[in-house]
């Protein structure tokens, strides 16, 4: 079944027009979802729009927009008034310039759509305009109505498509000065900074969005099949971190995690390094039994642990396990 456009129109770059259909490239109807329900009866609930001063429900034909002009004063606005306001941009994309995407703040990225022609007709414009960007190595920016908004989008070239993704207007986005300006300027030590880029160094890999799993749905989906199945929920409660009071120290644990060995923790302020003591003499060896006894233990618990099976991940799992 071919998805359904969430927005036609036309895409247009100067005197080159195509008709084009705008799809959402994203989508949240896998994730677990809950229904509110009555305690006594289990029926579900249903939300109401009521009359703020006869707190009597308003059926959706007798409700109506309003334009507050004062207070407790509206203007009423029809659907009518409303499709009276038409822009160039209700029914068009155009492309008003082109930028590097280097230059475009994540912080004004919003929603990913996928642009793609929406007839035969349109397929070789689209091409052309999908090409040239390519080459040029560009992002278009145009603009677009959407539900009654004018929203702003950055075009790019994705395989035999464009993807546009929607962006916040400056009016929108909050200055950072407001959560970053009370932090200091901190010189950082030369060997605190290579440690930490050393940490970094072993973390460093290319993106694989698979490789990223949803381990709290994965959670819940565990929670609901212990339910169905009447078995006691075990809660978890991982640790908390806690802020680092010896960061140096922390640094070199860490760089010795990776490497599969033990530093000797850094003497406190003011303390002085203790002297090297004589070699101690060995510890006697423990018996084969003794040294195997630690190895068994691990086994066990990571057989058992792969013996749970996983939750279920995929949609047409969750229904064949209840889970809506």
């Known amino acids: 079944m071919a998805p359904r456009p969430y927005w036609k129109g036309y895409l247009k770059l100067s005197l080159v027009s195509c008709s084009v259909a705008l799809y959402p490239a994203t989508s949240s109807s896998e994730r677990i979802s809950f229904n509110w329900l009555n305690r006594a009866t289990g029926n579900r609930l249903k939300q109401l729009m009521v009359d703020s001063d006869t707190n009597e429900p308003v059926e959706r034909e007798e409700r109506v927009r309003g334009y507050q002009v004062a207070k407790n004063d509206y203007l009423f606005i029809e659907d009518d008034d409303l499709d009276t306001v038409e822009i160039e941009s209700s029914h068009t994309i155009e492309i008003e310039r082109f930028v590097p995407k280097s230059e475009i ?11 793609a022609p929406n007839d035969k007709v349109a397929e070789e414009a689209f091409a052309v305009i999908r090409d040239a960007m390519a080459a040029e190595g560009v992002a278009g920016l145009g603009r677009a109505v959407i539900n009654r908004r004018e929203r702003l989008f950055m075009l ?7 993807v546009a993704t929607s962006l916040h207007y400056n009016y929108e986005v909050r200055s950072d000065e407001a959560y970053f300006e009370d932090i200091p300027e901190i010189k950082i030590p030369g060997e605190m900074l290579d440690l930490a880029k050393h940490i970094i160094g072993t973390k460093r890999g290319h ?13 819940l989906a565990e929670m609901i099949k212990a339910k169905q199945a009447g078995r006691p929920i075990e809660a978890t409660r991982p640790a908390q971190p806690t802020n680092v009071i010896n960061l140096m ?8 995690a990776d490497k599969g060995t033990k530093v000797a923790a850094e003497p406190a302020s003011g303390e002085e390094p203790r002297t090297k003591k004589s070699a101690a003499k060995p510890a006697p060896r423990a018996s084969a039994e003794a040294r195997a006894e630690p190895e068994r233990k691990p086994r066990a618990a990571k057989a058992k642990a792969a013996a749970v ?6 949609k047409p799992e969750r229904k064949r396990a209840g889970i809506h």
Do not use: H
């Open 207 to 219: 993106f694989d969005i698979a490789a990223f799993d949803d381990r709290y749905e994965s959670a």
């Open 309 to 314: 099976p996983p939750p279920p991940r995929s």
């Open 105 to 115: 703040d994540p912080v004004y990225l919003d929603s990913p759509y996928y642009l």
């Open 156 to 162: 790019e070239p994705r395989d035999k498509g464009i």
């Open 249 to 256: 120290e922390a640094l070199r644990k860490s760089v010795a």
